[in-house]
C-alpha cells in the first residue's frame, strides 16, 4: 500500500534563507512522486515530478527536489526563500507501475510554508 | 495553455438544496477527479471517471453523485447540501498511464462551498 509523509506540518523561514520541506513515501511499485503548490484559495500547480530520468529533480521557481530511493525520501529544497513562496506544499505519490487506467494518487497532509522579511 | 476550469469559485448554499458542481477540461484527458479538502485533512477523493459515463467511488463518496456525460465536462452533484459539505472542492484531470506513466494531475481553481 502507498503512503507519504509530511514531517512538519509548518514550516517557517526568513526571506533569503534556505527551505528544507521533507517528504517520505511508502510504495509497493516504482512510484512517480510529484510537488504541488497551493497558494491561498487558489488551485494546486505542480512543482516538479520525478520521472525516474534523473535523482535530482528541478521543477518551477528555483524549486528542487531529489529522489532517495534508499532511504524513501523526496525533500523539497530551494537555497533562498522569497516571500511568494508562502503556500501549502504537497508531497504526491502514484504508483506508475499499475496497468489500469486509474493509478490510484496519495496526497501527504501538506506543510505550510510561512516566510518572514 | 492546459487548463481544468469550475464553474464557480464561491457559492454559498442553504441546507437542503441540490447543488451543481460543474468542471471542464481541454486536454482530451480520459480521468477526472472530484476532491475535497478541508483543515488538517488535506486532500480527500470523492469520485472519479476513467471514461465517459464510467464513474468510481472514492474514499468519502457519501453524499454526493457525479455525472460525466461528455469527456471534458465532470459534474459534482449534492443531492440534499449538508453543513459538512461546507467544504473547497477540487476538480482535477490526468491522461491514461500508456499516455503519460506519471499520472500528473492538473487541477482547477477550485470552489469554495458554504452551506448555510
Known amino acids: 500500500a502507498q503512503s507519504v509523509t509530511q514531517l512538519d506540518s509548518h514550516v517557517s523561514v526568513s526571506e533569503g534563507t534556505p527551505v528544507l520541506l521533507r517528504c517520505n513515501y511508502s510504495?509497493?511499485?516504482?512510484?512517480?512522486l510529484f510537488w504541488y503548490v497551493q497558494h491561498p484559495n487558489k488551485g494546486l500547480q505542480l512543482l516538479l515530478k520525478y520521472t525516474s530520468a534523473a535523482t535530482l529533480v528541478k521543477g518551477i521557481n528555483g524549486f528542487e527536489a531529489e529522489f532517495k530511493k534508499s532511504e524513501t525520501s523526496f525533500h523539497l529544497t530551494k537555497p533562498s526563500a522569497h516571500m511568494s513562496d508562502a503556500a501549502e506544499y504537497f508531497c504526491v505519490v502514484s504508483d506508475s507501475g499499475s496497468k489500469t487506467s486509474y493509478d490510484k494518487v496519495i496526497f501527504g497532509p501538506g506543510t505550510s510554508l510561512s516566510v518572514i522579511p | 495553455d492546459v487548463k481544468v476550469t469550475q464553474s464557480s469559485r464561491y457559492l454559498v448554499k442553504r441546507t437542503g438544496e441540490k447543488v451543481f458542481l460543474e468542471c471542464v477540461q481541454d486536454m482530451d484527458h480520459e480521468n477526472m477527479f472530484w476532491y475535497r479538502q478541508d483543515p488538517g485533512l488535506g486532500l480527500r477523493l470523492i469520485y472519479f471517471s476513467y471514461d465517459v459515463k464510467m464513474k468510481e467511488k472514492g474514499d468519502i463518496p457519501e453524499g454526493y453523485s457525479v455525472s460525466r456525460e461528455k469527456k471534458e465536462r465532470f459534474s459534482l452533484i449534492l443531492e440534499s447540501a449538508s453543513t459538512n459539505q461546507t467544504s473547497m472542492y477540487l476538480c482535477a484531470s490526468s491522461s491514461l498511464p500508456e499516455k503519460d506513466r506519471y499520472n500528473e494531475q492538473f487541477f482547477g481553481p477550485g470552489t469554495r462551498l458554504t452551506v448555510l
Open positions: 510504495s509497493s511499485y516504482s512510484p512517480s
